[in-house]
């Protein structure tokens, strides 16, 4: 039976190693990255809403001009993605008719 693959297995062997050695690094779990991500976006949310309206204007047009870019690079990449699709079938087709003109008829 394979031992390592057993989340209560390892989480009982991580407070087990705590409590030999408390000074040594926990890995968090997926609970804790959780609540850490919603505390930074509170953070950040709270220091936005701090910021007068120009900079929160300021703030939104640089968000949204990011998000666009980001959006732009990915259809980039998805449209190369087909292209280069494109030219390996064309380029395979091509193979295949090269290779049936080369075989000798009988």
């Known amino acids: 039976m394979n031992y390592q693959d057993d989340p209560k297995i390892n989480r009982r062997l ?3 190693e705590a ?18 991500l919603k505390t ?3 953070q ?3 220091r936005f809403k701090r910021l007068p ?7 939104a047009s640089v968000g949204v001009i990011a998000g666009l870019a980001l959006l732009k690079t990915l ?5 190369l993605a087909i292209s280069l699709a494109v030219v390996g079938v ?3 087709i091509g193979y295949q008719v090269f ?8």
């Open 75 to 79: 259809v980039e990449l998805i449209s």
């Open 99 to 106: 290779k049936s003109s080369q075989k000798p008829k009988i």
């Open 19 to 36: 409590e030999v050695n408390p000074n040594a690094p926990i890995n968090p779990t997926p609970s804790d990255l959780n609540s850490s």
């Open 90 to 92: 064309i380029v395979y």
């Open 14 to 16: 991580e407070q087990l």
């Open 53 to 59: 309206k120009a900079g929160q204007i300021a703030i």
């Open 44 to 46: 950040l949310m709270a």
């Open 40 to 42: 930074l976006y509170g």
